[in-house]
């Protein structure tokens, strides 16, 4: 599977983002999708992951209430509406596609990145 993400950009806080990741090479409805940020000098964490069907969701609890991810199987994208955007948001996005199930809010349980495209928040 080739993850294409798009989206990211500048915002002031308080504003919204809807990053997408399109995906190409494989059955999409096969794979369930998340997506993860790395902010500058830290980590990669988990932000949200969505099921195959899309019948499951789960988020950090940083984002909860905030962030929404969506699929659309016939266009093969995963969505992840950003909204009440905070300065602690400003990272990299990655999305990544999982032949497994669950929560998946681990990276190891990912078969397949995205390239990561840029969410910058300012105050």
């Known amino acids: 599977v080739q993850l294409q993400a798009s989206g990211g950009g500048l915002v002031q806080a308080g504003g919204s983002l809807r990053l997408s990741c399109a995906a190409s090479?494989?059955?999409?409805?096969?794979?369930?999708m998340g997506w993860f940020r790395q902010a500058p000098g830290k980590e990669r964490e988990f932000v949200a992951s969505?099921?195959?069907?899309?019948?499951?969701?789960y988020y950090v609890d940083s984002v909860k209430g905030r962030f929404t991810i969506s699929r659309d199987n016939a266009k093969n994208t995963v969505y992840l509406q950003m909204n009440n955007l905070k300065p602690e948001d400003t990272a990299v996005y990655y999305c990544a596609a999982s032949k497994t199930q669950g929560s998946l809010i681990r990276s190891g349980e990912y078969d397949y990145w995205g390239q990561g495209t840029l969410v910058t928040v300012s105050s």
């Open positions: 090479g494989r059955t999409f409805s096969n794979y369930a």
């Open positions: 969505i099921s195959w069907g899309g019948g499951s969701t």
